[in-house]
């Protein structure tokens, strides 16, 4: 059967444990441009890499280290926050928080609105029939979530 293409299966047994053999042994670790092809230009993560391979993420970050590719920002380092996401009202520009001009003007309808006696169920029914979405965009508004709120921005009347 020469010239076939044939799968590593089909050869003789002694072809099978030499292609066997390669891939138990090759340690794509120690490839420096596997590294840089999976790491910076596909994007992937330390821990996936490690899944691929097959070994810890703390190998992979040990191979970076080795093969002199530097090291990604976390998330929470390129946002200088340690964890959570920024008050309602707020976002982050160039690692500080500014005022949100947009969520600003929910804030003030919302004051308006609790001054004139709605309630908070109330506000509640109306951002959601106004489609005003939460801060995360994932959750829906609740009552308690509009009374921290209102509490948070008090001092700003």
């Known amino acids: 059967m020469a010239g076939h293409n044939q799968s590593p299966t089909q050869y003789s047994t002694g072809g099978y444990l030499a292609i066997t053999l390669e891939k138990k042994f090759h340690n794509p670790l120690e490839d420096a441009s596997f590294l ?48 959570g996401q920024e008050p309602f009202g707020y976002k982050m ?10 969520e600003q003007k929910i804030i003030a309808w919302m004051r308006i609105q609790k001054s004139h006696g709605a309630s908070l169920r109330q506000i509640v ?33």
């Not at 109306?126 to 948070?152: E, F, Q, Y």
């Open 125 to 157: 029914f109306d951002l959601k029939k106004k489609g005003i979405p939460t801060k995360n965009r994932s959750s829906k508004w609740h009552p308690t979530t509009v009374m921290k709120i209102l509490a948070a921005h008090r001092e700003q009347r």
């Open 36 to 83: 840089q092809q999976k790491y910076v230009l596909e994007g992937l993560s330390t821990n996936y890499i490690a899944y691929l391979v097959g070994c810890s993420h703390q190998a992979v970050a040990s191979a970076l280290m080795r093969h002199k590719i530097p090291r990604r920002e976390s998330r929470n380092q390129s946002r200088q926050m340690l964890k």
């Open 93 to 102: 520009v160039g690692g500080k928080l500014v005022l949100h001009k947009g």
